[in-house]
């Protein structure tokens, strides 16, 4: 089975500040997506990365940046020097190779105050 | 931004009828899902397809149905809305194929409240 677990159900940080938004996934599968969605007060939901099973290059994208860790089975996603338009709720997702599906964890929503 | 629309955006029914959401898409893509995002649950998958005519269920298919006749559209149907389907509905596209995975990408969602 697989599974998403965002742990962090809500997260406030004072602007500037960096923070760090944890996944842990799990999947019996070796080749996996992961993936990373932004849904702002909006209600839209805007794909940020997306990450194969076979590649743990972190990457970064000017104050975002992934940690992927397969031995922890972990993607984390931190944005640094946090603004207040960084206030949505995150998603990580997973997929495996084989399935059609993607699966959802429940989202943490971060609060950047002013 | 992935041409993804959906109809209607929100709507307010009764207990007991029928409601239909439309996902558009003008990306040609073959697959298409519809969710439900709901406080505590995050997005749950109702029902996906794979192509004309082509469908199946996800985690929360009960009380629901979808029908795609062309590429482009992709319908939900609640036959007898219930309160419990009270909810925000997303659809989404993707180009995935097995062995290769590529991204979905979401309407703007339809808000339904079923009173």
């Known amino acids: 089975a697989q599974k998403v677990t965002q742990a962090q159900t809500e997260i406030s940080v004072v602007e500037k500040e960096d923070v760090t938004l944890d996944c842990v996934y799990e999947?019996?599968?070796?080749?996996?997506?992961l993936f990373w969605y932004k849904q702002p007060p909006s209600g839209e939901l805007v794909f940020l990365i997306r990450r194969n099973s076979f590649d743990e290059q972190n990457e970064i994208s000017g104050r975002y940046s992934w940690n992927f860790q397969k031995s922890t089975s972990s993607f984390n996603f931190t944005i640094t020097a946090s603004q207040v338009v960084d206030s949505a709720v995150y998603f990580c997702?997973?997929?495996?190779?084989?399935?059609?599906?993607?699966?959802f964890g429940k989202g943490t929503r971060l609060h950047i105050l002013p | 931004d992935a041409g993804i629309t959906q109809s209607p955006r929100h709507k307010v029914t009764e207990t007991g009828t029928p409601v239909t959401l439309r996902c558009h898409q003008t990306e040609n893509h073959r697959y298409m899902y519809w969710y439900r995002q709901d406080p505590g649950h995050g997005l749950r998958l109702i029902h996906y397809s794979y192509g004309v005519k082509d469908t199946d269920k996800g985690e929360v298919s009960d009380g629901y149905s979808v029908s795609r006749s062309k590429t482009e559209d992709f319908l939900l149907t609640l036959e007898s809305a219930t309160s419990s389907q009270t909810s925000v509905y997303f659809c989404?596209?993707?180009?995935?194929?097995?062995?290769?995975?590529?991204?979905?990408?979401f309407g703007p969602g339809t808000r339904l409240l079923v009173l």
């Open positions: 999947t019996r599968d070796t080749t996996y997506y």
């Open positions: 997702a997973l997929s495996a190779n084989r399935d059609d599906k993607i699966i």
């Open positions: 989404a596209i993707s180009e995935s194929d097995r062995g290769r995975k590529e991204t979905q990408y």
